[in-house]
């Protein structure tokens, strides 16, 4: 599946502290954490080439003016699956794809300014060759977003993978 190094409790350790501080440097983060400088940097740059997501996806998208979130099903016609994939890298508004199981043959996270945004999206999605139909959920409220934080404290702990 992925061929990212896993991360170890010191990983951890120091992605917590940069959760608490983002704009720490190597040397307080290494400090607060009783780890070498030289450590605290190596360790920084193998999760940057792999670990890390990039910074781009801490942005909200309420920011960016688009606060309202959508998930979408998409049929595809099996034999213009990349086409129909390579096409929806040209809608913006599409900020997650995923091939899945189930219902559809992929879920797409979609962020628009509000339901008649929705719908240029969605019928853009039906313009696409190879895309058969959609079916939208719209998210009524984001309980949380993407979480890390738990998993980070247990592997910082010590606990092992589960």
């Keep these: 599946m992925s061929n990212l190094t896993p991360l170890d409790a010191t990983d951890a350790r120091i992605l917590l502290a940069l959760d608490r501080d983002p704009q720490a440097t190597v040397v307080a983060l290494a400090t607060e954490l009783g780890l070498a400088r030289n450590t605290v940097q190596a360790r920084l740059r193998r999760m940057t080439d792999g670990a890390l997501s990039r910074t781009s996806r801490r942005v909200e998208p309420e920011a960016l003016g688009l606060p309202l979130m959508a998930f979408v099903t998409v049929s595809l016609s099996q034999r213009m699956r990349a086409e129909a994939t390579e096409a929806l890298q040209a809608i913006p508004e599409i900020v997650e794809l995923m091939a899945t199981t189930g219902d559809g043959d992929m879920l797409a996270?979609?962020?628009?300014?509000?339901?008649?945004?929705?719908?240029?999206?969605?019928?853009?999605?039906?313009?696409?060759?190879?895309?058969?139909?959609?079916?939208?959920?719209?998210?009524?409220?984001?309980?949380?977003?993407?979480?890390?934080?738990?998993?980070?404290?247990?592997?910082?702990?010590?606990?092992?993978?589960?």
């Design 109 to 162: 996270q979609v962020v628009v300014r509000d339901t008649a945004d929705l719908n240029r999206v969605t019928e853009a999605l039906l313009d696409t060759p190879g895309i058969v139909r959609t079916s939208t959920s719209i998210v009524l409220k984001k309980v949380w977003s993407l979480r890390m934080e738990p998993l980070l404290e247990r592997l910082a702990e010590g606990a092992p993978r589960m």
